[in-house]
């Protein structure tokens, strides 16, 4: 498989968001499964969409389209070999050792998951970390399967200033504004929304991770 070949499959390239100290892929917004209903929930950490504006929001209908076809991609039988190449393959520009799932967008469907999980057995050196708020694909996953070593799921609470309930063997994330910070404080606010060389939503150790709400 060469690199051309690789992003034909997914349907683009992979990540190179300002923030992640890492690589990370990304869905349309529009794709959200959950999202999509809390993004017009006052309150929650969906309403009003980081995703859906700045230049995403821009776009005219065809490139939402073609952003948005990038969830049809998965379906092809060589994508996780095509995404856990491009992922080998990476420049020196990110930390290879991490990836980040999903900047923008979130799991589609019980397949998607057991696609990416066969993506963190291609790349065994990286460690992977897959925010959602697709509580549902993860438990029906687990019911018959063990997540990789070097994958973290974090489920993301769906309202401000809440926690989402874990389950065994995944992690949580939450976003604090008027209560306290529950759990790990996220510091990247601190300085420019930025990770720098903090890893912690990689580590399994820390049950939650608190963003600040901005």
């Known amino acids: 498989m060469t690199k051309k070949e690789a992003i034909k499959i997914i349907g683009g390239n992979l990540s190179d968001t300002s923030k992640m100290p890492s690589y990370s892929i990304n869905l349309s917004a529009l794709d959200c ?18 995703a859906l504006k ?10 939402k389209m073609q952003a948005s076809n990038k969830a049809h991609n998965i379906n092809n039988e060589l994508w996780s070999e095509a995404v856990a190449y491009l992922i080998n393959n990476q420049g020196n520009k990110k930390d290879k050792d991490y990836f980040r799932w999903h900047d923008s967008g979130d799991l589609q469907s019980l397949e998607h998951l057991k696609k990416i999980v066969e993506v963190c057995k291609l790349t065994p050196n990286v460690k992977h970390w897959l925010p959602t708020r697709e509580y549902k694909i993860v ?74 709400y901005h």
């Not at 973290?152 to 949580?172: E, L, N, W, Y």
Request: glycine letters at 6%.
């Open 33 to 50: 499964i959950t999202g999509s209903k809390l993004v017009n929930i006052k309150g929650s950490v969906c309403f009003g969409c980081y």
């Open 54 to 63: 700045g230049n995403y929001a821009r776009y005219k209908l065809p490139q």
């Open 139 to 212: 438990k029906d996953y687990l019911k018959n399967n063990l997540l990789p070593g070097n994958l973290t799921i974090r489920f993301s609470a769906h309202m401000i200033d809440t926690k989402a309930i874990p389950v065994k063997g995944v992690q949580t994330s939450s976003v604090h504004k008027e209560t306290k910070v529950i759990g790990i404080e996220c510091k990247s606010y601190q300085h420019n929304n930025k990770c720098n060389d903090c890893r912690l939503c990689w580590d399994k150790s820390i049950d939650n991770i608190s963003y600040k």
